[in-house]
């Protein structure tokens, strides 16, 4: 059973304060029109040939290499690329959607890890023979 945290507001609890108890703790939580929800494969879902080609981009490739040479999160602004900010938002959501990276909202912001462990998992030494040159 799944539980909301005490700071999340349901829609139940919304309609009707007077109904907080069991039955709003099953509620779904109340969405604004701020929230993005992005879209990431499941590990089993990676398909090789997304991979390579998100990694076939020498900018793309740059990403995943700074990625994996800083570890934890990243702003997307703060990989110094010498692109626009629009192309650069298209090549981290190339990234995403072939499960490179993951991508979480904070904010205005978006911020990016690499999923060394599951592209570990699914393709056993891929990352580490791509990003060999760029090291």
Known sequence: MSTLPAHTATAEAVAHP?????SARHAEPVHSEHDVALHHPERDELELHAVLHALSDPM?????????????????SSIDLPIVKSTCTHHFRVLREAGLIRQRVVGTTKVNSLRQADLEARFPGLLDAVLADQR
């Open 18 to 22: 007077e109904a907080e108890g069991a």
């Open 60 to 76: 793309r490739l740059r990403i995943v290499a700074e990625l994996a040479a800083r570890g934890g999160e990243h702003t997307c």
